[in-house]
């Protein structure tokens, strides 16, 4: 009932940044909690950062300081601007959603989008 579409991953130098972009559509009745994890070759996906529906933050210490997650209700679409990247940031970056689907609230999760941090 809600797809996920990522966009704004690629090659980037350590040091640059990205801005990452997903947007929801689908039939739902409001996005709650929504947010970026990632995940690496051979790791477990992590969470990145998540901001509830009404603008409270939550960041990975490991992003704390170079990230900043933001979203868009009018557009249904959530950001996630990152800055000061190192390699050590290379990952499969999903999205994830928390909807409101009639009276009942489900999860989901884009396909991804790859950034990739040379050194």
């Known amino acids: 009932q809600v797809q996920l579409v990522e966009s704004g991953g690629g090659l980037v130098q350590a040091g640059g940044s990205l801005r990452l972009s997903c947007a929801a559509s689908?039939?739902?009745?409001?996005?709650?909690?929504m947010g970026w994890y990632r995940q690496a070759p051979g790791k477990q996906r992590d969470l990145v950062a998540t901001i509830t529906k009404g603008g409270s933050t939550n960041y990975a210490d490991s992003v704390k300081g170079r990230v900043t997650i933001s979203r868009d209700d009018a557009k249904n679409t959530v950001y996630l601007e990152m800055n000061s990247l190192k390699p050590e940031d290379t990952a499969v970056y999903y999205c994830?959603?928390?909807?409101?689907?009639?009276?009942?609230?489900?999860?989901?999760w884009g396909q991804g989008t790859q950034v990739t941090v040379s050194s």
């Open positions: 994830n959603c928390n909807a409101l689907i009639g009276m009942l609230t489900r999860n989901y």
């Open positions: 689908g039939r739902f009745v409001s996005l709650n909690t």
